[in-house]
Every structure is written in structure tokens, then in C-alpha cells.
């Protein structure tokens, strides 16, 4: 194991451990359950939108380590941001943990969040590492039920 990858895991570990901002949100504006039929993974996301920034954003629910530490770095890296940066984010980092191209992707902006990437060489883990984002999207399209196909 290089130490790339032990850093990612411990990344993933430690979201895994102590997952961030994992709680309801009592007066959430949006919300949407995700489920992957493949590994059993539940979860539902919650968030408040306030104009046109995300106040605030959660998760609950059970699954494997790389649902989520998944769920618990997506929600630190968009909380406070805008409805069009954290949608961009989401696009970019559904296609970091989807393309066979390693090149394709800025790793520079994407922070710890990166530590998913080495999914890539897991084909069967990659819906545990979308399904937060597939479920941030339900939420703010008004799916109340989404499930990684
Ligand atoms: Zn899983």
C-alpha cells in the first residue's frame, strides 16, 4: 500500500467513524432518501435552502464505510455554498469516481473528498460513492425516493 491510499483510508475511516453533520434538520427545505439495492445502503439527505444558498445540509442512515464517509464529506464540502457551485461539485465529482481516466479530473479543488477517487478500481463500490450526490440531487429536483441504478 503506497501512502496515497493509506491516507485515503484513513480519510474514509475517519468519516466513517465519526460522521460530520449526521443528524436531522428540524426545519430542512428539501430532503430525499437513497437507497443501493447492490450493498445495502440507506441513507437520506436532508437540507435547507435559503434563497439560493445551502444553509445547511445533513445525512442519517446506515451503510458500508464508503457510503458514508461519502455522505459525510459531501455534506462538509457543500455546506454554506451556493445552489450552482455545490450542483457543479456534484457533477465533478460524480464523474471523478466514474471515469477510467485518471488525468480527467482537478484534484486540486475537490479537497479530501479526493480519498473516494481510488473507488474507481472498485467498480461495485462506485454507486456506494454516488449514491449521497444522487441523493442530493433527489432532494433539490423534489424526488423524495432515489435508488442507484
Ligand atoms: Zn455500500
Not at 71 to 99: D, F, N, P, R, Y
Request: hydrophobic share 35%.
Amino acid at each position: 500500500m503506497n501512502e496515497l491510499t493509506e491516507l485515503y483510508q484513513e480519510i474514509i475511516l475517519d468519516h466513517n467513524k465519526r460522521p460530520r453533520n449526521y443528524r436531522a434538520i428540524d426545519d430542512a427545505t428539501h430532503s430525499a432518501d437513497g437507497h443501493n439495492p447492490l450493498c445495502g445502503d440507506e441513507l437520506s439527505v436532508s437540507l435547507r435552502l435559503n434563497g439560493d444558498q445551502i444553509e445547511d445540509i445533513s445525512f442519517q442512515g446506515e451503510g458500508c464505510a464508503i457510503s458514508k464517509a461519502s455522505a459525510s464529506l459531501m455534506t462538509t464540502l457543500i455546506k454554506g455554498k451556493s445552489l450552482q457551485a455545490a450542483k457543479e461539485e456534484s457533477t465533478v465529482i460524480k464523474q471523478m469516481l466514474t471515469s477510467s481516466d485518471e488525468s480527467d479530473v482537478s484534484m486540486e479543488e475537490l479537497g479530501d473528498i479526493i480519498a473516494l477517487s481510488g473507488v474507481r478500481r472498485f467498480p461495485a463500490r462506485i454507486k456506494c460513492a454516488t449514491l449521497a450526490w444522487h441523493t442530493f440531487e433527489a432532494a433539490l429536483n423534489g424526488d423524495e425516493d432515489t435508488t442507484t441504478e
